[in-house]
T-cell receptor
Framework: NAGVTQTPKFQVLKTGQSMTLQCAQDMNHEYMSWYRQDPGMGLRLIHYSVGAGITDQGEVPNGYNVSRSTTEDFPLRLLSAAPSQTSVYFC???????????????FGPGTRLLVL | AQSVTQLDSHVSVSEGTPVLLRCNYSSSYSPSLFWYVQHPNKGLQLLLKYTSAATLVKGINGFEAEFKKSETSFHLTKPSAHMSDAAEYFCVVSDSEYGNKLVFGAGTILRVKS
């Protein structure tokens, strides 16, 4: 099992450019999510999905779009990058069963994004 | 609403001395609590979790934490620090209302001096 994988590892964008951060998992997990990590703020939830075709907003969704067409993949799209989106982005997954708040979530290695 | 407060942004200990990283939480429902560790430029690794079973939870690498409902605390301890413990540690809460959505503390950076 590769677990949770993310690509790219590092990306530099100019303000206004768009891009997609890729996330994939091979554990057949129903629940997937995206977080951003900023110094002194821990990780904050951007968007999440409880299964294919179902997505919802987290704490900081503005400027980001997601879709979930398959169980395995959960891409994060930046429509028009802004310097405030400079951050480290983590994807996570968990089985998503009932009682799900007790589940361990598995994190990918992260994507470091710099917006100039 | 859930929230997590990590009481120290930085903790410095000498190798071989005890480690204490403090965490207080707020939750309207029975919470699950986690400690994750992040080594420099790495992803997050689960150290341990509390899910309403035993209040003293043992994790990997000699770490443990005690859930104290009356104090709304979940402090992380280790009897003897090792140089490899130097990292950032996150206390995390979820509950039955919020499901899989995790709420992170701001993190505590642990420095281990030789």
């Amino acid at each position: 099992n590769a677990g949770v994988t993310q690509t790219p590892k590092f990306q530099v964008l100019k303000t206004g450019q768009s891009m997609t951060l890729q996330c994939a998992q091979d554990m057949n997990h129903e629940y997937m999510s995206w977080y951003r990590q900023d110094p002194g703020m821990g990780l904050r939830l951007i968007h999440y999905s409880v299964g294919a075709g179902i997505t919802d907003q987290g704490e900081v969704p503005n400027g980001y779009n997601v879709s979930r067409s398959t169980t395995e993949d959960f891409p994060l799209r930046l429509l028009s990058a802004a310097p405030s989106q400079t951050s480290v982005y983590f994807c996570a997954s968990s089985p998503g069963t009932s009682g799900s708040y007790q589940e361990t979530q598995y994190f990918g290695p992260g994507t470091r994004l710099l917006v100039l | 609403a859930q929230s997590v407060t990590q009481l120290d942004s930085h903790v410095s200990v000498s190798e071989g001395t005890p480690v204490l990283l403090r965490c207080n939480y707020s939750s309207s429902y029975s919470p699950s609590l986690f400690w994750y560790v992040q080594h420099p430029n790495k992803g997050l690794q689960l150290l341990l979790k509390y899910t309403s079973a035993a209040t003293l939870v043992k994790g990997i690498n000699g770490f443990e934490a005690e859930f104290k409902k009356s104090e709304t605390s979940f402090h992380l301890t280790k009897p003897s620090a090792h140089m490899s413990d130097a990292a950032e540690y996150f206390c995390v809460v979820s509950d039955s209302e919020y499901g899989n959505k995790l709420v992170f503390g701001a993190g505590t950076i642990l420095r281990v001096k030789s």
